[in-house]
Nanobody, 121 residues
Framework: VQLQASGGGLVQAGGSLRLSCAAS????????MSWFRQAPGKEREFVAA????????LYADSVKGRFAISRDNAKNTVYLQMNSLKPEDTAVYSC???????????????WGQGTQVTVSS
């Protein structure tokens, strides 16, 4: 499955952005989907994940209550709604697909190119 993230940009602190991850090649309905991010000089970190049928979600503590992951299997697309953004949310955000909804990189075998999110103070 090929993944392409979009929707990033520059936003002021407190603002919102909605990221999209469009998949092609295979239906995403068989995969758990996730978002990770990587800030300059830091390791890639888990942000959020959603199960195959949207029945379960998982979030990093740093984004709970502010971010929401969702998916539309009919459109083969996953979303990340980001509200109340903070400067520390600045990073390249990437989507990933795997067979299990887990919060670590090793669980995901398919990765897309990321989209830059910059939050100014």
């Amino acid at each position: 499955v090929q993944l392409q993230a979009s929707g990033g940009g520059l936003v002021q602190a407190g603002g919102s952005l909605r990221l999209s991850c469009a998949a092609s090649g295979r239906p995403i309905s068989r995969y758990a989907m996730s978002w990770f991010r990587q800030a300059p000089g830091k390791e890639r970190e888990f942000v959020a994940a959603v199960s195959q049928n949207s029945g379960s979600t998982l979030y990093a503590d740093s984004v709970k209550g502010r971010f929401a992951i969702s998916r539309d299997n009919a459109k083969n697309t996953v979303y990340l709604q980001m509200n109340s953004l903070k400067p520390e949310d600045t990073a390249v955000y990437s989507c990933a697909a795997g067979l299990s909804m887990l919060g670590h990189r090793a669980a995901y075998g398919y990765w897309g190119q990321g989209t830059q999110v910059t939050v100014s103070s």
